[in-house]
């Protein structure tokens, strides 16, 4: 089985930086992926972190630790678009996609 | 252009009725998802199919069917032993190339309500 934790709800103001983290323990783990999901639509795609270290992809970032397994999100230059869940979602060989609980993060003016 | 496309949008179902979900897509992916969403809940796997005319039972299957006839198609019944159907569904693919695993892509959703 799997068992991914995040934390529940953050909140942070417009223009800080922001750290979204996750923990999980899976077998035959084969990457992470983060996603965003806004109130009532479905979640889209933030990023896949396969190897240990930092993807950065413009204010969006990604680390993965596969022998901790531990994961973070971290989103910069925050803005009031950017209040939503976001799911962390560890894949394995099974392919069998679970999802953590995902974090509800508030951006305040 | 590419997608999944999930049908209806909205549906009312009155207690002790079958009603099954539709989830098509054109992305010429192997993988096809289930999942179920409640109010403020992260989403919740009901069944997966890796290949055409095979499926696995996810973390909430029961109450559920589902078949996989074909490519493009992944339909789910959401039956009456479900005792609480009330949420939110959607449906995902994905590609699988070797041990790679591709990303989800998912349809805009079904939200079902139990009347």
């Known amino acids: 089985g799997q068992n991914i934790d995040q934390p529940t709800e953050m909140t942070a103001t417009e223009g800080a930086i922001v750290q979204i983290n996750c923990t999980y323990q899976?077998?035959?783990?084969?990457?992470l992926f983060w996603y965003q999901q806004h109130a009532g639509e479905a979640p889209t795609f933030l990023s896949y972190?396969?190897?240990?270290g930092l993807e950065e992809k413009g204010r969006f970032s990604s680390f993965l630790s596969r022998s901790k397994g531990y994961s973070y999100l971290l989103l910069k230059e925050l803005q009031m678009k950017d209040s939503a869940s976001y799911l962390c979602?560890?894949?394995?060989?099974?392919?069998?996609?679970?999802f953590g609980p995902g974090t509800r993060l508030s951006v305040l003016p | 252009d590419g997608g999944i496309t999930q049908s209806p949008k909205y549906l009312f179902r009155k207690e002790g009725q079958n009603v099954t979900l539709s989830c098509e897509q054109n992305?010429?992916?192997?993988?096809m998802y289930w999942y179920r969403q409640d109010p403020g809940q992260g989403l919740r796997l009901i069944y997966y199919?890796?290949?055409?005319?095979?499926?696995q039972k996810g973390d909430i299957a029961e109450g559920y069917s589902v078949s996989r006839e074909k490519k493009e198609s992944f339909p789910l019944t959401v039956t009456s032993a479900q005792k609480n159907p009330t949420a939110f569904y959607l449906c995902?693919?994905?590609?699988?190339?070797?041990?790679?695993?591709?990303?989800?892509?998912f349809g805009e959703g079904s939200r079902l309500t139990v009347l």
């Open positions: 899976t077998s035959g783990f084969n990457g």
């Open positions: 979602a560890p894949a394995n060989y099974g392919q069998n996609f679970v």
């Open positions: 972190n396969v190897l240990d």
């Open positions: 995902a693919s994905s590609t699988r190339t070797g041990s790679n695993t591709g990303e989800l892509f």
């Open positions: 992305l010429n992916h192997d993988a």
């Open positions: 199919s890796q290949i055409v005319n095979d499926f």
